[in-house]
């Protein structure tokens, strides 16, 4: 037995050993493929050859684009609730009732937001599963055993860095050959974090565009790593241009027969150093003539363009989008197609396969989730409603074909409350309250019909005097309810 761990330990050294040479070997072509190798372009340019975690941590906590890159994709393709559903019934399947419970409970929409920001910062992340069925960190090395009463009591979303592998299945006849079987998971209480062994079935693990394996995905930030750092140098550097060249230099021309002591070329350099630090405005000398260097300071916003575009063509994420113009008049209905595109897209392609599905049917293998009847769905919040001026154009637009196709008369083909719905986008409360005013309104102009009625009838002289009086008094102050008239017309 003995033999057999040191010779599964050699092989995974031999492995991992294998998989660094690989890359070293990859990495230090970079850059090496013009003017015949002579050149170093990443060396020359200051791009590193072997981006590690830490890296584009650094990048996604410290610079703004690395930021927006890896946050709002994620924002708006998890925008609105998630719904995980068996049947479009309004009676809930005990499946969807225990998806709600821990979907509440242990508010999950939270956990896999985060979960899909630390999968775009490094290869992978995961998902750690607390269960009810140990109380002892010794034993999450463990498999889960299916059991009643097996309950999910948190969910942690781990980073590659704090969810290392630390083995992997070596036999070629399982199902999970070359996948992870125990991680080391860094558990932090407080202050203090220790590392525990963790079996494989208590891990959801979670990835975006494997490229040549099932276990490391592409960083999201990889691609435009040395955009990034272009960026960096072209803002950091039209700053320093700015702090240098606002407040020039200046040069001093001693006069040909003017002689100084040292004691003045100490208060002279007294004098400089107050100057530079703001404590002194001007510089009293005699003997030297100072003039100001020319200022220098450049636009940098054509370079910083074409960086920003050279991004927003590898990412996907439009321009506007990318720098957060993407509301009021700065944006263009194109950029608005496209970003509704790229996120339903990515809702499809990312979200629902490779975070959503994954962990679901992690919970329903090891008995958290029961078994649905049915296959399950996913379904989604809709991405951006439209303004109300969008529903008025769309309505207007609907109501003139319409009045086209029916030659005039609407009414014959389409009831109020569905001209309200289809034409005018109103929703279910806003065209019930409609209703119910045209009804109230149709009733009072009724009433007031039956009053003019009444009026008509023969009466008795007074009476008739008492009538033409109350008559000609309404219409010297109309009743409100005449408005309210015309519009029941209108909509009727």
């Not at 299916?146 to 781990?158: N, P, R, S, T």
């Not at 002279?268 to 003039?291: A, C, H, P």
């Not at 001209?419 to 309250?433: A, P, T």
């Amino acid at each position: 037995m003995e033999q057999k761990n040191e010779q599964q330990e050699l092989m995974r050294k031999v492995q991992v050993f294998s998989e660094v040479l690989g890359r070293f070997q990859f990495f230090s072509n970079l850059g090496l493929d013009s003017y015949d190798g002579s050149r170093d372009i990443y060396k020359a340019l200051g791009y590193p050859k072997e981006i590690t975690w830490q890296n584009y941590w650094a990048r996604y906590g410290r610079q703004d684009i690395a930021k927006a890159i890896i946050d709002r994709p994620v924002k708006a393709s998890w925008k609105g609730d998630i719904d995980v559903i068996e049947t479009v019934e309004d009676s809930l399947t005990p499946f969807e009732k225990a998806w709600a419970n821990i979907y509440t409970r242990l508010k999950l929409k939270s956990i896999f937001i985060r979960a899909d920001k630390l999968t775009g910062i490094g290869r992978y992340s995961v998902l750690f599963l607390g269960l009810n069925d140990t109380t002892n960190t010794e034993n999450l090395i463990k498999p889960v055993q299916k059991k009643d009463g097996l309950k999910l009591l948190y969910v942690k979303a781990l980073s590659e860095q704090t969810a290392q592998i630390a083995t992997f299945e070596e036999n070629a006849s399982s199902e999970r050959y070359g996948l992870p079987l125990i991680y080391n998971v860094m558990i932090r209480s407080g202050e203090n974090t220790k590392t525990v062994k963790v079996h494989y079935s208590r891990i959801v693990h979670l990835l975006e565009e494997p490229i040549d394996d099932e276990i490391y995905g592409t960083p999201r930030l990889q691609a435009v790593y040395n955009r990034l750092i272009d960026l960096e140098k072209l803002i950091g550097g039209d700053a320093e241009m700015f702090w240098r060249g606002a407040r020039p230099g200046y040069t001093g021309e001693v006069s040909p027969d003017y002689q100084m002591t040292p004691e003045m070329l100490s208060d002279l350099k007294t004098q400089i150093d107050e100057f530079e630090n703001n404590l002194r405005r001007i510089l009293i000398n005699e003997g030297v003539k100072y003039d100001a260097l020319a200022q220098q300071i450049a636009d940098p916003l054509s370079h910083v363009d074409a960086q920003m575009q050279m991004i927003s063509a590898v990412t996907g994420i439009p321009k506007r989008i990318l720098t957060g113009s993407e509301r009021g008049e700065l944006s263009s209905a194109q950029d608005k197609l496209e970003w509704i595109s790229y996120v339903t897209s990515r809702r499809e392609e990312q979200n629902e396969p490779n975070i959503l599905r994954p962990f679901i049917d992690k919970c329903i293998e090891i008995g958290v989730l029961p078994k649905p009847s049915n296959p399950y769905m996913v379904r989604w919040d809709k991405l951006f409603s439209l303004s109300d001026k969008e529903k008025v154009d769309i309505g207007h637009t609907r109501a003139l074909a319409m009045k086209e196709f029916s030659m005039g008369s609407i009414e014959e083909y389409v009831t109020l409350d569905l001209f309200l719905k289809h034409f005018i986008n109103f929703d279910e409360v806003q065209i019930e309250e409609i209703i119910t005013n045209r009804k109230r309104a149709i009733e009072e102009e009724e009433e007031l019909t039956k009053d003019e009625e009444e009026m008509m009838m023969p009466e008795s002289d007074g009476e008739a005097r008492k009538s033409a009086s109350d008559a000609q008094g309404k219409a010297q102050n109309p009743n409100p309810v005449s408005g309210v008239r015309r519009v029941s017309q209108i909509l009727k």
